[in-house]
């Protein structure tokens, strides 16, 4: 059964950097395209990044360019989304996502409904 686990988020304060980390089990990450996704109240869930594991091509939102980078760990079946910079507006509850890659990344990230597969989701609060 294919399942995710996100790593434990947290308070940062402003400027402050986390990683989070999600770890995929019962299926091997090759033809998939992994996203993380963040969902703040009131908002829609949006596309933060994604990346495609069998060639690394990734993707950002404009909100995160230049502060977050996405990588993957193949060996450990993990991908991690390093956010540095961070900023009050980044305060959200934070998924990753799978899917069988079935176009480009970009067009995948944009639309989370496409994605079948969710972890637990993890609160990341950027305040002071």
């Known amino acids: 059964q294919l399942q995710l686990v996100e790593s434990e988020g947290g308070l940062v304060q402003p400027g402050g950097s986390l990683r989070l980390s999600c770890a995929a089990s019962?299926?091997?990450?090759?033809?998939?395209?992994i996203g993380w996704f963040r969902q703040a109240p009131g908002k829609e869930r949006e596309g933060v990044s994604c990346i495609s594991i069998s060639d690394g091509t990734t993707y950002y939102a404009d909100s995160v360019k230049g502060r977050f980078t996405i990588s993957r760990d193949n060996a450990k079946n993990t991908v991690y989304l390093q956010m540095n910079s961070l900023k009050p507006e980044d305060t959200a509850v934070y998924y990753c996502?799978?899917?069988?890659?079935?176009?480009?990344?970009?067009?995948?990230?944009?639309?989370?409904?496409?994605?079948?597969?969710w972890g637990q989701g993890t609160q990341v609060t950027v305040s002071s």
């Open positions: 996502a799978a899917l069988e890659r079935i176009s480009t990344v970009q067009a995948m990230c944009v639309n989370p409904r496409l994605f079948r597969s």
């Open positions: 019962g299926f091997t990450l090759d033809y998939y395209v």
